[in-house]
């Protein structure tokens, strides 16, 4: 069975300190990662994915396959990185798999 | 161009009631996907269709759901003698068939059942 953790309900940083939201993953294969952000009262949207290698709103994720984790960090915060994060997991079906999300909050 | 859809945008029911919840995907996207999130959890796959078809269900929590794609666009998805526990907010998204396509998110349909 496959599963995503992030262990964060909660995380909350000054504006200009650095960011980690943590992700870690069980699957047996060889999955794709992915992380989404939900804005307040706006649509669940793709941030970015591991296939990809970008950096989108400052923010990078590397897939590590020997601790099977995809943590999201940027260097210096913005009050506009408020969000809900979801971590989620392509196996071989093509549904994903989420975990709970982490509310990151960036205080002034 | 148009997002994904999805109406009504609130639903309130009746325990024993039936329901129907329709999402229309972005015009071309030949995949379509359902998926369920209770508060404090995040999305939890239902159905995913590729053109008409259910390639996989494997998600659908009982016999009561069951969602359609007759035409290859719009989907409906329908939940029979509705519980108190399937008050959530039921997500619906679309992607373009290739394999490595991005799944874009409608705004959701909250359903709450009394």
């Known amino acids: 069975a496959q599963r995503v953790t992030q262990p964060e309900k909660l995380l909350s940083v000054f504006k200009g300190a650095p960011v980690e939201l943590k992700c870690n993953y069980s699957y047996s294969g060889s999955p794709e990662l992915f992380w989404y952000v939900q804005y307040s009262r706006q649509r669940l949207q793709l941030l970015l994915r591991?296939?990809s290698r970008e950096s989108i709103k400052g923010f990078t994720a590397d897939l590590n396959k020997g601790e099977t984790s995809f943590h999201l960090k940027k260097p210096f915060a913005q009050e506009e990185d408020s969000a809900m994060y979801y971590c989620?997991?392509?196996?071989?079906?093509?549904?994903?798999?989420f975990g709970k999300g982490t509310h990151l909050i960036i205080q002034p | 161009g148009a997002g994904v859809s999805q109406t009504p945008s609130n639903k309130v029911t009746e325990k024993g009631k039936y329901v129907e919840l329709r999402c229309d995907p972005i015009s071309g996207h030949t995949a379509l996907y359902w998926y369920r999130q209770s508060l404090g959890q995040g999305p939890e796959f239902l159905i995913y269709f590729q053109g008409t078809g259910a390639a996989d269900d494997s998600g659908l929590p009982n016999d009561r759901f069951f969602a359609v794609r007759p035409e290859g666009s719009v989907s409906t998805l329908k939940i029979q003698r509705t519980e108190r526990g399937d008050s959530a907010m039921y997500l619906c998204?679309?992607?373009?068939?290739?394999?490595?396509?991005?799944?874009?998110f409608g705004p959701g349909t909250r359903l709450t059942v009394l």
């Open positions: 591991h296939i």
């Open positions: 998204a679309s992607s373009s068939y290739a394999p490595d396509s991005t799944q874009y």
């Open positions: 989620a997991l392509r196996g071989g079906a093509d549904g994903l798999t």
